[in-house]
């Protein structure tokens, strides 16, 4: 965090707004990166606590091996029928980073260059064009401190999106002394997973020891559900696991939208959209936090050239077209997305969903997944229903709201 005031006469090389995962990524990959551009960054919040938790699946050696709190050679997914399979796949871990450490790594690298600066505690509202002193293009943000020129921002900011479905979920790390048998050396992926006409339900468990762990209760749901709601459903199965007393040391929640139907637009020339605002969140997955991980690398290369900001790449047309065929098929037979997640576990073999999961599905892996499922409830999802499916959704929750 920077004593400098934010608000300058000569305007900023970059602006970010946000200082969450993606913006500290970029000014992180800035500082340690040979440009030597004037950043701020800004963010209405006042401090970076232990908010949230990353995981994801990679091989050993990456950039962020040294802050990864633990790791796991399998993922399991099982049935509140008993239905189960883990997967494990040679060379290939599930990764664990708690927030807490991300952004210690983050903040100390942006402290090493005294040209990026920190302003928290100060949000960003309106974005306009402006020419700038120097007869450039420019932004101006208006701010909390004040307006703020940038020949370039960066804009993490969340933003509100339609989606096909919403993953909910509220989750817990809990002292449970012992009582939660797990396997030391696997998640429970989606455990006690069940599904009726509300949609999926199931619990998401990562052993962090032989006494704690974080236990997460995920709901899949055509609209974005109350949290105290998800937090109320985690609770009862805390009970039913007979871990309703155990000690809860910290919690995280959140609502990622899957599949969403508006693709990101930059409002104005010099501003790019980053994120999860920008597109980084996969659609069928909810995964992030390594494609922001490779987005800020190639953004930081870019601006280090003196090139414009990219955007997220966007999903290529076959990934886009399965994982939209996937989450209508979800949201057309919601009492069946168990039997679809269960069917994949148990017949596609674990390397090849591996590859699905993490963007690097070849045809073949595509073929194995298609052939996993049933062909007819598939097939009726080919014609992109997506604007049909949120409109019913939405005029639903308008006809709740009224009654
Ligand atoms: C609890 C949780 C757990 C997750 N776990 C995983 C996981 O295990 N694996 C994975 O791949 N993905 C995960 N995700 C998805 C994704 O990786 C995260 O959401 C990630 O934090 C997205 O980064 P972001 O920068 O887009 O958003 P954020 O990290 O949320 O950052 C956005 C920032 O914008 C700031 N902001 C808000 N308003 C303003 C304003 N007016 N002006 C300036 N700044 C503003 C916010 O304060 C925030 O700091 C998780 C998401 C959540 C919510």
Avoid: K
Avoid at 246 to 259: F, H, K, S, T, Y
Avoid at 326 to 339: C, G, I, N, T
Wanted: glycine share 8%; net charge neutral.
């Amino acid at each position: 965090m920077t004593a400098l005031p934010l608000v300058t006469d000569e305007p900023y090389d970059l602006v970010i707004l946000g200082a969450g995962c993606a913006g500290l990524s970029l000014a992180a990959r800035m500082a340690q990166g040979d440009g030597d551009l004037r950043v701020a960054v800004i963010d209405p919040r006042t401090d970076h606590g232990d908010d949230r938790s990353w995981s994801f699946w990679h091989h050993d050696h990456h950039e962020l091996r040294s802050i990864v709190a633990h790791e796991w050679s399998g993922w399991t997914y099982r049935g509140l029928d008993g239905r189960a399979a883990t997967h494990r796949v040679p060379g290939v871990t599930y990764q664990y980073i708690r927030g807490i450490d991300f952004y210690r790594w983050a903040l100390d690298a942006i402290a090493t260059d005294p040209r990026i600066t920190l302003h928290l505690g100060v949000g960003a509202h309106e974005l306009a064009g402006v020419t700038l002193d120097d007869g450039g293009d420019g932004v101006r943000v208006t701010t909390d401190a004040g307006p703020v020129l940038a020949r370039r921002v960066v804009d993490t900011r969340p933003q509100r999106t339609r989606a096909l479905l919403y993953q909910c979920f509220s989750g817990v790390e809990i002292e449970h002394g012992g009582r939660l048998a797990t396997d030391a050396d696997a998640v429970g992926l989606m455990t006690r997973m069940r599904s009726g006409a509300e949609g999926l339900g199931f619990v998401y468990v990562l052993p962090l020891s032989s006494t704690r762990a974080l236990v997460e209760w995920t709901r899949f749901s055509p609209t974005p559900l109350p949290l105290d709601e998800v937090a109320a459903e985690r609770d009862a199965e805390l009970a039913a696991l007979g871990l309703g007393d155990a000690v809860v040391v910290r919690e995280e929640q959140g609502i990622l939208p899957m599949g969403r139907l508006d693709a990101p637009t930059a409002p104005l020339a010099g501003v790019a959209l980053a994120g999860n605002a920008g597109g980084a969140l996969r659609d069928a997955s909810g995964y992030a936090f390594l494609r922001i991980q490779r987005w800020a690398t190639r953004c930081a290369a870019a601006l280090a050239r003196g090139e414009a900001p990219p955007a997220h790449p966007r999903e290529p047309w076959v990934r886009r077209q399965m994982d939209r065929i996937f989450l209508q098929a979800l949201r057309a037979h919601p009492e069946r997305s168990a039997d679809y997640f269960l069917a994949m576990a148990t017949r596609v073999p674990p390397r090849r969903l591996l590859r699905f999961l993490t963007d690097r599905a070849s045809a073949g892996d595509l073929a194995s997944i298609i052939l996993s499922l049933p062909l007819l409830p598939f097939l009726a999802q080919l014609p992109d229903r997506r604007e049909r499916l949120v409109a019913a959704a939405s005029a639903a929750v308008a006809q709740r709201v009224a009654r």
